[in-house]
C-alpha cells in the first residue's frame, strides 16, 4: 500500500540531547580502524584548529538514525519496516561534530516516492548543538522493498 | 581546518592514494557495538540466509566510513569534509573465516568547486569481490 503524501513536510519533535564522549568516539574510530589522530588526541586535534578530538564523518549517523526511528516507527505513516533497506545517506557539515556535544536532531519526512512497488522515503535529519547553531544535516533514504505477493 | 593538500596543488583527474580495507565477522561485531546497529543481518547467518541474503554482509554505514578514510587520509583534517555522501548499491558479503571480505577504494578528483572556499568534488569507488558496493560516492573537501 501506498505512503500517504501528506506526511511529505511533516517535522518530528527534537530530541533529547546527545552528549558526544571523547571515549565514544574513540571506540567508533577503533571499530573502523581508522587512527587518525584528531579522533583520539586532544592536542592533534587542537593543532588542527578544533577545539578538541573531532567525530570520524559518519559517527553522527548514530545519533541521526535513532532521531529517524520517530519516522519509521509512526503508527500513522505505516512503513513496514521488516522490508526497509537503507538505500542512500549523505551528510553536509557545517562544522565537524566534536567530544562535549550535547546534540538535537530534528527529523523532517523530505519525501516519499513510489517505484516499481517500492516505496522510498528521505528523512532529512537537522543536527543542532546546545547553542542552537547547525552542525550537520544527515539525508537518509531508505527503500521499502514490495511486499512478495501472495 | 587545516588540510595538509593545497588547493593550487589539485587538479580535475589528481587521484588519491587507493586503499584496501579487510573486513571480518569481529570487525562487525566490533562495528555493530560501537554504532549501535545490531540489526542481525551483520553477525547471525542464519537470520541473514532467512531474509534472503547470501551470508552475512557488512554495515552499509561501516562501507560508507571506511571508504571516506581515502578522502581524510589524504587531507590529514577530517574536518575539511564539507558533504559526503554514498549509495548503497551491493552488499559486501563477509565470509566466516580468517580472511572475511575486502573493500577496496580508489578516488579521484572530479571537479574544483569554488576558488574562493577552495572546495573540490571528489568522486569515490569502492568495490568488494569484483562488485561495486557503492554508488554516487562523493565527498566535496575544503583544501588549504
Same mark, same amino acid.
Given at each position: ?11 518530528? /519533535? /527534537? ?9 565514544? $568516539?574513540?571506540?567508533?574510530? %577503533? ?22 578530538? $573531532? ?25 513496514? +519496516?521488516?522490508?526497509?533497506? =537503507? ?5 553536509? +557539515? ?6 562535549? @556535544? ?7 519526512? %523530505? ?10 522515503? *528521505?528523512?532529512?535529519?537537522?543536527? =543542532?548543538?546546545?547553542?542552537? !547553531? ?17 | ?5 593545497? +588547493? *593550487? ?12 580495507? /579487510? ?17 542481525? $543481518?551483520?553477525?547471525? !547467518?542464519?537470520?541473514?540466509? %532467512? ?51 575486502? $573493500? %577496496? ?11 574562493? !572556499?577552495?572546495?573540490?568534488?571528489? @568522486? ?21
Amino acid at each position: 500500500m501506498a505512503l500517504d503524501q501528506s506526511f511529505v513536510g511533516r517535522t518530528y /519533535p /527534537p530530541t533529547d540531547p546527545y552528549e558526544v564522549g571523547r571515549e565514544k $568516539i574513540r571506540e567508533f574510530a %577503533e571499530a573502523i580502524g581508522d587512527t587518525n589522530p584528531a579522533y583520539i588526541d586532544t592536542e592533534a586535534a587542537k593543532a588542527l584548529g578544533h577545539s578538541d578530538v $573531532i567525530a570520524p564523518p559518519t559517527f553522527v549517523f548514530a545519533i541521526t538514525f535513532k532521531a529517524a526511528g520517530q519516522v519509521v516507527a509512526d503508527p500513522q505513516l505505516g512503513l513496514d +519496516y521488516s522490508r526497509v533497506v =537503507h538505500g542512500d545517506q549523505k551528510f553536509a +557539515y557545517r562544522r565537524p561534530v566534536r567530544a562535549g @556535544d550535547r546534540l538535537t536532531v530534528t527529523s523532517t519526512i %523530505e519525501s516519499i516516492r513510489s517505484m516499481a512497488g517500492n516505496e522510498v522515503i *528521505d528523512i532529512r535529519g537537522e543536527v =543542532h548543538d546546545e547553542a542552537g !547553531e547547525h552542525v550537520v544535516t544527515a539525508i537518509t533514504k531508505l527503500v521499502a522493498r514490495r511486499a512478495e505477493e501472495a | 581546518m587545516t588540510a595538509k593538500i593545497a +588547493y *593550487d596543488d589539485v587538479e580535475v583527474g589528481t587521484e588519491l592514494p587507493a586503499q584496501d580495507f /579487510p573486513v571480518t565477522r569481529a570487525t562487525l561485531v566490533q562495528y555493530a557495538g560501537a554504532s549501535g546497529d545490531f540489526n542481525p $543481518i551483520h553477525w547471525n !547467518e542464519k537470520f541473514a540466509k %532467512e531474509v534472503g541474503l547470501p551470508d552475512v554482509i557488512a554495515h552499509g554505514m561501516f562501507t560508507m566510513a571506511v571508504a571516506v578514510r581515502v578522502v581524510t587520509d589524504w587531507v590529514g583534517d577530517p574536518g575539511a569534509v564539507a558533504e559526503y555522501g554514498v549509495r548503497f548499491t551491493k552488499p559486501v558479503v563477509v565470509p566466516n573465516d580468517e580472511d572475511g571480505a575486502l $573493500i %577496496e577504494v580508489s578516488a579521484t578528483v572530479a571537479a574544483k568547486l569554488d576558488d574562493e !572556499e577552495r572546495t573540490v568534488r571528489v @568522486d569515490l569507488t569502492a568495490k568488494s569481490a569484483d562488485q561495486k558496493v557503492l554508488g554516487m560516492s562523493r565527498a566535496v573537501v575544503r583544501l588549504a
